[in-house]
């Protein structure tokens, strides 16, 4: 998509966004709230109008009206759309009938597609029994019934506990591994960073970054940080002295804890090893990598989410 822009009234939801998805490929579309995320995936999906750009699958361009670029793409909205009297299997025929599939081939489809979201053995159940999750993922099922090349998920995992967020998940890298390309919006960099070959992070409707999950790493200061506790409070003299060590990239200190960002883990030891020198003795000490969650911070000096 080129130059995407969509305002409602005098409010811009997207402001000349543009990014690719190469076939077989995941974009985790990421920003937070209001950040302009369902607006642009609306328009891909044909679902909304573009007030200008030019969004194409394949080289042909899709508008509005129905066309066969838009057969190429499955969508799974923030809302669920199923009907709770109908089992499982009666709701993806449906929705397979909506695409004009029948007979033994909507039948296949159905299975092939309870299979993969791993309902099969609750295909005769209603959707009323199901938790969140289940449900989420009838509906990624019901997407996926045209065969499209394209899957398009908004915030799929909202609403959703932990353990089937992990099956969504599972869902997700299943159709990873058939060579699908996906799309798929968060505003939780940790599941993104899982499933995207690429991220695109936008906010108030334009683009921040487009990268690969290690591209972005790299533009994050510290790689790597470090937490130390002193025995006694530390002096102002020996933060000027860590900030100068090699591999240092800030010092922040709250009362006898330090907090030291390293520009790869290697420089821990020796950072360790410099402060024994100096003759403070740790009571603790522990690393971490530091998180892609970061950047976001980095990129607008706000958090992702409130
Ligand atoms: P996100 O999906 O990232 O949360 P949205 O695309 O839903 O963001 O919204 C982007 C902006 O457009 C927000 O400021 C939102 O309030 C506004 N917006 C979204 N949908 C509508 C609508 N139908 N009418 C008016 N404003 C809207």
């Not at 009206?65 to 909205?77: D, L, T, Y």
């Amino acid at each position: 998509m080129e130059q995407i822009s969509k305002s409602y009234g005098a409010r811009k939801a997207v402001d000349g966004v543009s990014f690719k998805v190469q076939r077989g490929q995941t974009v985790g579309l990421i920003g937070p709230n209001g950040a302009g995320k369902s607006t642009t995936v609306g328009m891909i999906c044909g679902l909304l109008r573009a007030d200008g750009g030019r969004i194409t699958l394949d080289g042909d361009v899709i508008g509005q009206g129905a066309s066969a670029a838009k057969r190429k793409i499955g969508f799974v909205p923030q809302d669920l759309a199923l009907y709770d009297d109908l089992s499982a299997l009666e709701n993806l025929k449906l929705f397979g009938a909506l695409y004009g599939l029948s007979g033994a081939q909507l039948k296949e489809r159905c299975t092939q597609a309870l299979a993969l979201v791993n309902l099969t053995d609750r295909a005769a159940d209603a959707p009323a029994s199901f938790s969140g999750g289940m449900k989420r993922r009838l509906n990624i099922a019901a997407a996926l019934l045209h065969d499209p090349q394209l899957l398009i998920l908004d915030e799929p995992t909202v609403g959703v506990d932990p353990q089937s967020r992990n099956a969504i998940f599972d869902t997700l890298e299943a159709l990873q591994a058939q060579g699908r390309s996906l799309i798929y919006t968060s505003h939780y960099m940790e599941e993104v960073e899982r499933l995207a070959d690429h991220i695109v992070i936008i906010d108030h409707g334009k683009v921040l970054a487009d990268e690969t999950p290690a591209a972005l790493y790299q533009r994050l200061p510290a790689q790597a940080a470090l937490q130390v506790e002193l025995a006694g409070e530390a002096p102002a003299a020996l933060l000027s002295a860590l900030q100068a060590l090699d591999g240092v990239t800030g010092v922040e200190r709250t009362e006898a804890t330090l907090n030291i960002g390293l520009a790869a883990s290697e420089h821990a030891a020796p950072v360790l090893a410099w402060l024994n020198g100096q003759g403070h003795a740790l009571l603790h000490f522990s690393t971490a990598r530091t998180s892609l969650e970061n950047i976001f911070l980095n990129l607008t000096g706000r958090s992702l989410r409130d």
